[in-house]
Antibody, heavy 123, light 108 residues
Framework: VQLVQSGTEVKRPGASVKISCKAS????????VHWVRQAPGQGPEWLGI????????TYAQNFQDRIIMTSDMSASTVYMELSNLRSDDTAVYYC?????????????????WGQGTLVSVSP | SYELTQPPSVSVSPGLTARITCSGD??????ASWYQQKPGQAPVLVIY???ERPSEIPERFSGSRSGTTVTLTISGVQTEDEGDYYC???????????FGGGTKLTVL
């Protein structure tokens, strides 16, 4: 089981970033995928969750107006787009698989995680 | 807002037992998980559903719960166990996930 994310992104304030997370080694449509970020020296912060084969999504309240999660089942890939970037969005962004394989049931714990994508936002 | 509270740091000598606590008002209604993170690496699940351990995680890692507090116990701590540990759970509805602030484990 593996999640492989896209590479480092450098963005200006106000721009958008879209990160990909390609899954392999398991049935892509059976598991929810979470997105988590970690600012330098800080703990993880949950951004939201989506199910790859349905429209089921839940976004963290702090991000609901500027985050979009999508999926491409043909490519076994999920995407997270964050818009209107600010300097405090600088962080490593992770995707992580929810361990539950029961249809439309979340376990709310994560295994495995992707390797992380550094997003740097500066003028 | 709902929070999970951890001590910022715990120090322990090799071979002894380390205990890291995590407190939160919604913990009685939601399972907790624990993650280990080493510098420059993604977090790794070490305990889920309060006290279950993935097969690849050493038996010295265990979890327990008492009311609004969950505890990660590492028995016979080894130098390789140094790192940051994060508890994780969800709000009462199970819809929103949250993490504790993290505990830095130092093996002296």
């Amino acid at each position: 089981v593996q999640l492989v994310q896209s590479g480092t992104e450098v963005k200006r304030p106000g721009a958008s970033v879209k990160i990909s997370c390609k899954a392999s080694g398991y049935t892509f449509t059976s598991h929810y995928v979470h997105w988590v970020r970690q600012a330098p020296g800080q703990g993880p912060e949950w951004l939201g969750i989506m199910h790859p084969s349905t429209d089921s999504r839940t976004y963290a309240q702090n991000f609901q107006d500027r985050i979009i999660m999508t999926s491409d089942m043909s490519a076994s890939t999920v995407y997270m787009e964050l818009s209107n970037l600010r300097s405090d969005d600088t962080a490593v962004y992770y995707c992580a698989r929810d361990v539950s394989a029961i249809t439309m049931v979340r376990a709310n714990w994560f295994d495995p995680w992707g390797q992380g994508t550094l997003v740097s936002v500066s003028p | 807002s709902y929070e999970l509270t951890q001590p910022p740091s715990v120090s322990v000598s090799p071979g002894l037992t380390a205990r890291i606590t995590c407190s939160g008002d919604a913990l009685p209604t939601q399972f907790a998980s624990w993650y280990q993170q080493k510098p420059g690496q993604a977090p790794v699940l070490v305990i889920y559903r309060d006290n279950e351990r993935p097969s690849e995680i050493p038996e010295r890692f265990s979890g327990s719960r008492s009311g609004t507090t969950v505890t990660l116990t590492i028995s016979g701590v080894q130098t390789e166990d140094e790192g940051d540990y994060y508890c994780q759970s969800a709000d009462n509805s199970g819809s929103y996930v949250l993490f504790g602030g993290g505990t830095k484990l130092t093996v002296l």
